[in-house]
């Protein structure tokens, strides 16, 4: 089945309940109101209730089945349960008056929705840079048992084909524990999205072809994850073309079980992350869904700047899908 096919069927009639803190945005409202109607999520939006049904008047949305909060006017005892949350997790990293102003920004409030139970999931970013949208869920949503690290995966889609890349978004240049951390939780994402995982560990070299410090990394770090993980079919280091094209891996890596058939490539660090996925998008013709967050307690997702309101309905869907 096509993969958003396969998740709506997951989905549908589950009431998911996804907060969009951006709710004064009406590629946000278009898709709340449309993931409503198709009965795939019970959307909350946040924001000025006036100014959202202008928005929605405007360009003619049905909001009735949206849940509208109005994030700045909530009674004093619904926001003081909220700053208590805050302070308790941070364990005394954050104070009450800080825990008050981060509730007066949508990305720390509706952050704050998921961590109390009050909704299942987040999708923001729409108007917020990666940054500011995700920081908020780093903070207080914090990572799930035994993973130390949140990071950003891509599932890279062309016809019949699929991919995930990992990490394109949030660690700017892990460690070799780190790398391996990635590539496990890679492996638990890509299950989610119907790809039976083969993780290649990306690098310039292919098993021991070349050396240096940046290879050393990628060794290690398969090697960390081969023992964490030994029943997953996970190798390195691997070039893409020796990771990707049976007739190279078999040349380059003989006896390896991933080496031309890999389906999960981690990447070494983010600037090889972001730019392979993006050349596979525009060069490639692969369509690219995510940045999907791997690794958080509770579903949290970043939306490109660029999204239109076809992107903020899959990415919700994704959302959804990652709360059940
Ligand atoms: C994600 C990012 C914003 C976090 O940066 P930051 O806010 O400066 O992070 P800090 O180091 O101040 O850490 C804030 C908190 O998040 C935690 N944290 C940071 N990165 C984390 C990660 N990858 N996994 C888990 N927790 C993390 C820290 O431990 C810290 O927790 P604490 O407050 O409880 O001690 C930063 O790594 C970043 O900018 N990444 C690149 C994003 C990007 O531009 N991507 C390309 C476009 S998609």
């Known amino acids: 089945m ?32 449309r993931l409503a109607s198709d009965n795939l999520v019970t959307p909350v939006v946040l924001g000025n209730p006036d100014q959202i049904n202008q928005i929605a008047t405007d360009n003619k949305i049905n909001t009735t089945q949206l849940e509208v909060v109005d994030y700045l006017h909530q009674p004093s005892d ?96 892990l460690d070799a524990n780190g790398m391996a951390e990635v590539a496990i939780e890679s492996a638990n994402t890509a299950k989610l999205f119907d790809i039976d995982p083969k993780v290649a560990m990306l690098s310039f070299s292919t098993k021991g072809s070349a050396k240096g410090d940046m290879v050393t990394k990628v060794q290690e770090a398969t090697k960390i994850a081969q023992e964490k993980a030994p029943e997953l079919p996970l190798d390195g280091e691997l070039q893409f073309d020796a990771a990707f094209v049976p007739s190279v891996g078999e040349k380059k890596a003989p006896g390896s079980k991933v ?37 958080l307690n509770q579903p949290v997702s970043d939306l490109s700047r660029g999204a239109n309101e076809e992107d903020v309905y899959k990415v919700a869907i994704i959302t959804a899908t990652q709360a059940l």
């Open 2 to 33: 096509e993969l958003f096919e396969s998740m709506k069927a997951k989905i549908y009639g589950k009431n998911i309940k996804i907060v969009f803190p951006e709710g004064d945005d009406v590629r946000i409202l278009g898709a709340a109101a």
């Open 78 to 173: 619904v926001i003081d349960t909220m700053v208590n949350a805050i302070v308790e997790r941070r364990k005394g990293k954050t104070d009450e008056a800080k825990a008050r102003q981060w509730l007066q920004d949508p990305n720390y409030f509706g952050t704050t929705m998921v961590y109390m139970g009050k909704v299942d999931g987040m999708v923001s970013g729409a108007n917020h840079p990666t940054g500011d949208t995700v920081r908020p869920a780093l903070q207080i949503i914090k990572t799930k048992p035994g993973v130390k690290l949140i990071s950003g995966a891509f599932i890279m889609q062309r016809d019949a084909e699929r991919y995930l890349f990992a990490d394109c978004a949030i660690n700017i240049d």
């Open 259 to 295: 080496a031309g058939h890999a389906n999960v490539f981690v990447f070494p660090e983010l600037q090889s992350g972001n730019i392979g996925y993006k050349i596979a998008q525009r060069l490639g013709g692969f369509e690219a869904i995510g940045p999907i967050l791997q690794g």
